[in-house]
C-alpha cells in the first residue's frame, strides 16, 4: 500500500477533564466563529486531515432535550450527562456512537438520528467499572472489556443493557478488543498474561498467542488492537512499538521504539488505520496522533498538548469509521 493521506476529517471527543472553553468553541461557532478549525499538515502545505468538532455532552453533539424530558427537567431537576475520563469509541450503523467510560462507570451512547443518548451500564444497574476497550460486529453489536472485572460485555443491537459474555476461558486482565467481520471471531488482548485470545463468536477458545519477552512476536504489556484486512495490529506498550500479526497470530512485522521525538512511541495507546492502509498511533505522554504509512516509515504528526480545538491532554483511544471520520478520546 502506498503512504498517500487523502483527505480525512477529524472528530474529536474531549473530556470534561479538559475545559469547557474548549467545548464551547466547538459547540458555539456563532460567538467564536473567530476561532479557526486546524488542520494538518499546516499551511502552506495541502491539508490532508482538518478538525471537525469536539463534544463532552448530549447537547454539545447536537442531541437536542424532547418535550417530556423538558418536564422531567422542570418537575426532578435536570440530569447532566457527560463525559468524564473517555477510554474508547465505536460507531456503528454511521448513526450510533458509543463512548467507554471509567469516570462514569458505564458507555455513552449518542444517538444524533433519532435525537437521543443514553448511559449504558450492567444487567440490574450494575457499574462497569473499568471499560477499556470497544468493538462493533458486522451485526451492530457492542462489546466492552472491563480490565477490573476481568469480563466482556456485549451491548446487544437495539438493547438497553451490557449483558455479559460466556467464555470458556478466564481472562486475568482484558483489554483491547477486535471483531473479525466474517467469522465473528473475537480477539482479546490480556494484558496481565502479555497475550492475544481468539474467540469464536460462542465464546470457545480457538488459539492464543505471544508471551511475555522483547523479541518479535513477544509482548510487554500489550493493551489495544486494531483490524483490518486480515492483518491484527497490537500496540505493545512496554516495548514501545506496533506490531502486526495475521489472524492465525504469525508474526509479520513491528514498528517503533522508545522516545520522545517525531516517530517515537513514549506511551502508545489506541491504534487504528484509515482506508489507503496509513497507520494511526496516539500517545498519551507526547500528548499526539503519529501517522505511520503501511510499512512503518513515519508520516506526520496530529496535535499536541493543549486545551484548544485539536490538542490533546492524555489522549487513549481512536476509532476510525468507514465514512473515515477519526474519533479520538482525549
Excluded at 435536570?78 to 458509543?98: G, K, L, Q, S, W
Excluded at 474467540?199 to 500489550?222: C, D, M, T, V, W
Excluded at 495475521?246 to 517503533?256: A, Q, R, T
Excluded at 504528526?301 to 471520520?325: A, C, D, V
Amino acid at each position: 500500500m502506498s503512504g498517500k493521506i487523502v483527505q480525512r476529517s477529524v472528530f474529536i471527543i474531549m473530556s470534561v477533564l479538559i475545559t469547557t472553553l474548549v467545548l464551547a468553541c466547538a459547540g458555539n461557532s456563532k460567538k467564536h466563529s473567530n476561532i479557526s478549525k486546524p488542520v494538518w499538515p499546516a499551511p502552506p502545505a495541502t491539508a490532508k486531515i482538518a478538525f471537525e468538532q469536539s463534544f463532552s455532552t448530549p447537547e454539545e453533539f447536537g442531541i437536542e432535550k424532547g418535550f417530556w424530558q423538558w418536564i422531567g427537567d422542570f418537575v426532578f431537576g435536570a440530569d447532566e450527562y457527560r463525559i468524564i475520563r473517555p477510554m474508547a469509541i465505536v460507531t456503528t450503523e454511521n448513526r450510533h456512537i458509543f463512548v467507554a467510560d471509567p469516570g462514569v462507570r458505564g458507555i455513552h451512547r449518542f444517538d444524533r438520528k433519532d435525537n437521543s443518548y443514553r448511559l449504558i451500564k450492567g444487567i440490574n444497574g450494575l457499574d462497569l467499572p473499568s471499560p477499556v476497550a470497544l468493538a462493533s460486529d458486522s451485526k451492530g453489536n457492542v462489546f466492552i472489556t472491563d480490565s477490573k472485572l476481568a469480563k466482556l460485555f456485549v451491548i446487544s443491537k437495539g438493547k438497553q443493557l451490557a449483558q455479559p459474555v460466556e467464555l470458556d476461558t478466564e481472562l486475568q486482565q482484558p483489554t483491547g478488543i477486535t471483531i473479525e467481520p466474517d467469522s465473528g471471531d473475537m480477539y482479546l488482548v490480556d494484558t496481565r498474561q502479555h497475550q492475544i485470545l481468539v474467540f469464536n463468536s460462542s465464546g470457545q477458545l480457538k488459539n492464543r498467542f505471544g508471551k511475555h519477552g522483547i523479541q518479535a512476536g513477544e509482548f510487554n504489556y500489550p493493551t489495544l488492537i486494531w483490524q483490518q484486512n486480515g492483518t491484527l495490529f497490537v500496540t505493545d506498550a512496554l516495548n514501545f512499538r506496533i506490531q502486526l500479526f495475521d489472524l492465525e497470530g504469525d508474526y509479520i512485522s513491528s514498528f517503533g521504539q522508545a522516545g520522545q521525538s517525531s516517530g517515537y512511541q513514549a506511551r502508545p495507546k489506541g491504534v487504528a488505520t484509515d482506508a489507503d492502509g496509513n497507520i494511526y498511533v496516539v500517545d498519551s505522554l507526547l500528548n499526539n496522533i503519529q501517522l505511520f504509512d503501511a510499512s512503518g516509515q513515519y508520516l506526520m504528526t496530529i496535535g499536541e498538548r493543549g486545551q484548544l480545538p485539536g490538542q490533546f491532554w492524555l489522549p487513549t483511544g481512536i476509532y476510525i469509521s468507514s465514512s473515515q471520520k477519526i474519533y479520538v478520546a482525549d
